[in-house]
């Protein structure tokens, strides 16, 4: 132990710790204010209106849809009694057949590939982290609704047309699409406004988040996009049509 | 004399202007330092007004002190338990212990000089 300080110089070790010290609080409060300014809220409430405003416009443009739809069924039937059935009876049929996805169609969209993540430590041995750096069924799941709700037309996984019926699912390691096999990497081929359908995924905090993070997905933009044809069965077998309602 | 230390503390604060960026994941041994250190300040003015004082022990304090608080915070993390917890309240007391020590030093010091001028 070295000899007690004489008098009053221990203030002078205490002053230097005190520097220290102050040192110490200025960087821990600048790393707080840091975490917390990293969550900035300025630009809420400008969004907020924007959305308002869109909100509004939607619920204007969807009565306008209605009233236009009701007009077009109306002038339809009239057609159809008339002259010229058969020529609207093939362009319901051609629309039908887009819809339900048994005819391929172009156009510009985005082209989203997912695959397991490259930054996965390769000494990982806990199964359940080592899941998290891989593709699942319902990232799969999450893109393609995130695709269709921001105005995809048309959407093929791995060369499988997703219609109203399709499934993707995971059977163990395996991912099935319209109950076909497929292998990674999963593309995705989405035809819409390319620049809708890309922000929509690059949303801050929306589905493809944690993708982007673990670099496992990647969206491109492409001018001209092939969605292939459903080539499954279209029959129902168990469902029967139902008659359609007046001015619906 | 005494405002020496205070000084020193505004003096080391002057670092919050400078451009200088710490990763988020070291704030947390960030502030167990800043505990230790008052702590140690604490001790040392305490152990300095009894005519205790030691330099190597006023060094070696803080020292030993915050490298057990981060490893107790490191640790904490790995196993899931906010072991760092046990560092704050030691240290925390210990700054309250030697608060109310001073505080009774410089008080009875008062008290006795009083006492010492009206005898005079």
């Given at each position: 132990m070295s000899p007690p300080a004489r008098g009053r110089s221990w203030i002078f070790q205490v002053t230097a710790l005190c520097i220290v010290l102050g040192m110490l609080l200025a960087l821990s409060l600048k790393t707080q204010r840091q975490a917390v300014s990293e969550g900035s809220q300025g630009r809420w409430p400008t969004l907020l209106k924007e959305f308002r405003n869109l909100k509004q416009e939607n619920e204007k443009l969807e009565n306008d849809l209605a009233d236009v739809s009701a007009r077009y069924q109306e002038l339809m039937g009239k057609q159809a009694r008339g002259m010229g059935?058969?020529?609207?009876?093939?362009?319901?049929?051609?629309?039908?057949?887009?819809?339900?996805g048994t005819v391929a169609v172009r156009g510009q969209g985005?082209?989203?590939?997912?695959?397991?993540s490259p930054k996965r430590d390769p000494a990982e041995t806990r199964q359940d982290i080592i899941e998290n750096y891989m593709v699942h069924d319902y990232d799969i799941r999450a893109i393609t609704n995130e695709l269709f709700a921001s105005g995809a037309?048309?959407?093929?996984?791995?060369?499988?047309?997703?219609?109203?019926?399709?499934?993707?699912?995971?059977v163990g390691p395996v991912v099935l699409v319209n109950s076909r096999q497929i292998a990674p990497p999963y593309v995705v081929k989405a035809i819409g406004t390319p620049d809708?359908?890309?922000?929509?995924?690059?949303?801050?905090?929306g589905v493809a988040d944690g993708l982007f993070l673990l670099d496992m997905?990647?969206?491109?933009?492409?001018?001209?996009?092939?969605?292939?044809?459903?080539?499954?069965?279209?029959?129902?077998?168990?469902?029967?049509?139902?008659?359609?309602?007046k001015g619906r | 004399?005494?405002?020496?230390?205070?000084?020193?503390?505004?003096?080391?604060?002057?670092?919050?202007?400078?451009?200088?960026?710490?990763?988020?994941?070291?704030?947390?041994?960030l502030s167990l330092a800043t505990l230790a250190g008052l702590d140690s300040i604490i001790g040392g003015i305490r152990a300095g007004i009894e005519g205790k004082f030691h330099d190597d022990i006023f060094i070696s304090g803080f020292v030993a002190n915050t490298l057990l608080a981060?490893?107790?915070?490191?640790?904490?993390?790995?196993?899931?338990?906010?072991?760092?917890?046990?560092?704050?309240?030691?240290?925390?007391?210990?700054?309250?212990?030697?608060?109310?020590?001073?505080?009774?030093?410089?008080?009875?010091?008062?008290?006795?000089?009083?006492?010492?001028?009206?005898?005079?």
């Open positions: 059935g058969a020529e609207n009876v093939e362009e319901s049929l051609a629309e039908a057949r887009l819809l339900a985005v082209v989203v590939t997912l695959r397991d037309e048309a959407i093929s996984v791995n060369g499988q047309r997703i219609v109203a019926n399709s499934s993707i699912r995971c809708l359908l890309q922000k929509a995924l690059e949303l801050p905090g997905i990647e969206v491109k933009k492409h001018p001209d996009v092939v969605v292939p044809a459903y080539t499954g069965s279209t029959r129902f077998s168990v469902g029967r049509p139902m008659p359609e309602e | 004399m005494s405002w020496l230390p205070v000084l020193g503390l505004v003096l080391g604060f002057l670092i919050y202007w400078l451009p200088v960026r710490v990763p988020a994941e070291y704030a947390n041994y981060a490893l107790l915070a490191y640790l904490g993390d790995q196993i899931g338990v906010e072991l760092y917890i046990a560092a704050v309240v030691a240290l925390g007391g210990r700054v309250f212990l030697n608060l109310s020590l001073i505080r009774r030093y410089l008080l009875t010091e008062t008290a006795m000089n009083r006492k010492r001028d009206r005898v005079r």
